[in-house]
T-cell receptor
Framework: GQNIDQPTEMTATEGAIVQINCTYQ??????LFWYQQHAGEAPTFLSY????GLEEKGRFSSFLSRSKGYSYLLLKELQMKDSASYLC???????????FGKGTKLSVIP | DGGITQSPKYLFRKEGQNVTLSCEQN?????MYWYRQDPGQGLRLIYY???????QKGDIAEGYSVSREKKESFPLTVTSAQKNPTAFYLC?????????????FGQGTRLTVV
């Protein structure tokens, strides 16, 4: 199958750093996206990784290891507004549509 | 401004009635998608289309139908055959090819069947 696994929920403290992991099957992998989704709203794009390594964008960074089938989203200097679900999505070779994991609900507490 | 528009935002229907959800985009994207999201769940693909007058079933197509008569429009009909239609429905669009097919989403339609 094309399972994409993420933790269901995480809690972190305002101002701290949190890492949200995503694992996927390596066969046919062609790229990985991270989206942020606030409750009742549409997902918004955060990052895209296709090569190994770290992509940094302000407070958010995303890492990919193709050989290990592993990615993480790193959120620094957490703010209350970062409380949301974070969705990992993969594009498989030969297709153009995204397959989403179930998402990780992050709660930021004071 | 370019974007993708879904309407309505909230929709109530009686059980047994068909209902059509609208999705329009002016991003000139070739591909369009419909996803369903249930509480605590990720996005599950219902239907997708790469070109006008062509579309494919996703993972949970039973009880749904779509059309793609224009590049800009991809309406979804939730039929009475869908056993549990109450959910949050998201429409998206993207380019095709070039590797990075980032999906842009509409605001979603929350359908409640009573």
């Amino acid at each position: 199958g094309q399972n994409i696994d993420q933790p269901t929920e995480m809690t972190a403290t305002e101002g701290a750093i949190v890492q949200i992991n995503c694992t996927y099957q390596t066969s046919g992998f062609n790229g990985l996206f991270w989206y942020q989704q606030h409750a009742g709203e549409a997902p918004t794009f955060l990052s895209y990784n296709v090569l190994d390594g770290l992509e940094e964008k302000g407070r958010f960074s995303s890492f990919l290891s193709r050989s290990k089938g592993y990615s993480y989203l790193l959120l620094k200097e957490l703010q209350m507004k970062d409380s949301a679900s974070y969705l990992c999505a993969v594009i498989w070779a030969g297709s153009y549509q995204l397959t989403f994991g179930k998402g990780t609900k992050l709660s930021v507490i004071p | 401004d370019g974007g993708i528009t879904q309407s309505p935002k909230y929709l109530f229907r009686k059980e047994g009635q068909n209902v059509t959800l609208s999705c329009e985009q002016n991003l000139n994207h070739d591909a369009m998608y419909w996803y369903r999201q249930d509480p605590g769940q990720g996005l599950r693909l219902i239907y997708y289309s790469q070109i006008v007058n062509d579309f494919q079933k996703g993972d949970i197509a039973e009880g749904y139908s779509v059309s793609r008569e224009k590049k800009e429009s991809f309406p979804l009909t939730v039929t009475s055959a869908q056993k549990n239609p109450t959910a949050f429905y998201l429409c998206a669009s993207s380019i095709v090819g070039g590797g990075r097919s980032e999906a842009f989403f509409g605001q979603g339609t929350r359908l409640t069947v009573v």
